[in-house]
Nanobody
Framework: QVQLVESGGGLVQPGESLRLSCGVS????????MGWYRQAPEQQRELVAA???????NYADSVKGRFTISRDNNKRTAYLQMNDLKPEDTAVYYC??????????????WGQGTQVTVFS
């Protein structure tokens, strides 16, 4: 069974930084895309950043220049370095992965979410 475990959320002031981690466990042939989404109260879930197997990245315009996504394939872990945090970054952040199973089927999984709160 595939599990995603997120960590690193918290309560910070504007301008501060946080680093989120997402560890993937379970029987998987290969992890394809890894990404971070966020959902603020009464808002739709939105893509924050994504990274492919080859390391290509994609960011929401609102976080470009402040957030950096990375991955360690050996550790099966994705990271989101968030700098210069703003109150509008407050949300629950979810890790998402797309994987190739040993059965050759493609599946996707979500983490449980980690709260990031930026207050002034």
């Amino acid at each position: 069974q595939v599990q995603l475990v997120e960590s690193g959320g918290g309560l910070v002031q504007p301008g501060e930084s946080l680093r989120l981690s997402c560890g993937v466990s379970g029987s998987i042939f290969i992890i394809l895309h890894m990404g971070w989404y966020r959902q603020a109260p009464e808002q739709q879930r939105e893509l924050v950043a994504a990274i492919t197997t080859g390391g290509s990245t994609n960011y929401a315009d609102s976080v470009k220049g402040r957030f950096t996504i990375s991955r360690d394939n050996n550790k099966r872990t994705a990271y989101l370095q968030m700098n210069d945090l703003k109150p509008e970054d407050t949300a629950v952040y979810y890790c998402h992965v797309e994987v190739l199973e040993y059965s050759h089927s493609r599946d996707d999984y979500w983490g449980q979410g980690t709260q990031v709160t930026v207050f002034s």
